[in-house]
Structure formats: structure tokens, C-alpha cells
Nanobody
Framework: QVQLVESGGGLVQAGASLRVSCAAS????????MGWFRQAPGKEREFVAA???????YYGESVKGRFTISRDDAENTVYLQMNSLKPDDTAVYFC??????????????????WGQGTQVTVSS
């Protein structure tokens, strides 16, 4: 069993940067694919970024070039660095972990464990 706890959300102005973190409990963290999703009010949960167990990273189209996912396996932590934030980035950001060794990474169904989410609000 894996427990995920996000932190680092907050209120920022458009153009600012913010880093959110996700601390994971449990063993074998380095073997998990870690992902970030976000959900705005009235919208479906949207894929943001993934760091696969084999080291490759993937991003949603709306955040490419602005967001960077990274992980520290020694600290069981995954990060999402968000630059050039826009009001459209406002959402609850969720961390997720997958035990799957397949190539899937962008659907909520690909993940086994979820955090409680952290709110990110970008004002114009």
C-alpha cells in the first residue's frame, strides 16, 4: 500500500512559478510510475505529467514547456515545477502512483494510488 501526500499549493499571480511536492510512503518507490493530474471545478481530471519507472517523462499538451516533473527516489518524493502560470492552470493538483510496468501513463485508470490533492490558484 502506498500513501501519497501533496503539499506546496497556493495562490499566485499569473506569470509566477510554484512547486508542488508529493511525499510517498511505502517501499519500492523507484519502481512506481508517478503522475500529476489536475481537476478544475466542473471539469474532468486532466493528465499533467508523468515520470515513468524507466526514467522517461511525459507532459500534457497544455503544460509542455512550462511544467517539469522530477523525482527524488531517496526521499520518496515527486515534484512538479510550474512556471509561467496562467489562470487556466487553476485546479486541484493530484499526485498518483502506478505499479503498472506498461507504457500507459495518461489516464486516471492507469494509476493505483492517489493523494488528497492540493489547490493551486492563479490570479490574473
Amino acid at each position: 500500500q502506498v500513501q501519497l501526500v501533496e503539499s506546496g499549493g497556493g495562490l499566485v499571480q499569473a506569470g509566477a512559478s510554484l512547486r508542488v511536492s508529493c511525499a510517498a510512503s511505502g517501499r519500492a518507490f523507484s519502481t512506481y510510475t508517478m503522475g500529476w493530474f489536475r481537476q478544475a471545478p466542473g471539469k474532468e481530471r486532466e493528465f499533467v505529467a508523468a515520470f515513468k519507472w524507466h526514467g522517461r517523462t511525459y507532459y500534457g499538451e497544455s503544460v509542455k514547456g512550462r511544467f517539469t516533473i522530477s523525482r527524488d527516489d531517496a526521499e520518496n518524493t515527486v515534484y512538479l515545477q510550474m512556471n509561467s502560470l496562467k489562470p487556466d492552470d487553476t485546479a486541484v493538483y493530484f499526485c498518483a502512483a502506478s505499479k503498472d510496468f506498461s507504457d500507459r501513463y495518461s489516464s486516471v485508470r492507469d494509476y493505483d494510488y492517489w493523494g488528497q490533492g492540493t489547490q493551486v490558484t492563479v490570479s490574473s
